[in-house]
């Protein structure tokens, strides 16, 4: 089984920046994809980003450039660099695995407000 720990939420203003972290552990050998999810206040959860165990990287529409996935060698962890937020940005926050078998595995969720 795999444990995902995230980190790195909080309290901005608009326009600026953070980076949210999630950290793996556990069975690790059969991971296909990480990436993030959100869900802002009364919507669905929703996919912000991905990238795969071999590097590719797909983006939501909403991004729009603004944030960048990536992931270090070992599939162990993997960063969402936010930038210039918006208030839309607002939500819960959650790091996901998608095994070979295609099984998905959620941490805990962060929350990243943004005010104006």
């Known amino acids: 089984q795999v444990q995902l720990v995230e980190s790195g939420g909080g309290l901005v203003q608009a326009g600026s920046s953070l980076t949210l972290s999630c950290v793996a552990s556990?069975?690790?050998?059969?991971?296909?994809?990480m990436g993030w999810y959100r869900q802002p206040p009364g919507k669905q959860r929703e996919l912000v980003a991905s990238i795969t165990a071999a590097g590719y990287t797909k983006y939501a529409d909403f991004v729009k450039n603004r944030f960048t996935i990536s992931k270090d060698n070992g599939n162990r962890a993997w960063n969402l660099q936010m930038n210039t937020l918006e208030l839309g940005d607002t939500g819960v926050y959650y790091c996901n695995t998608v095994s070979l078998g295609g099984r998905r595995t959620w941490g805990q969720g962060t929350q990243v407000t943004v005010s104006s």
């Open positions: 556990g069975s690790l050998f059969n991971i296909n994809t």
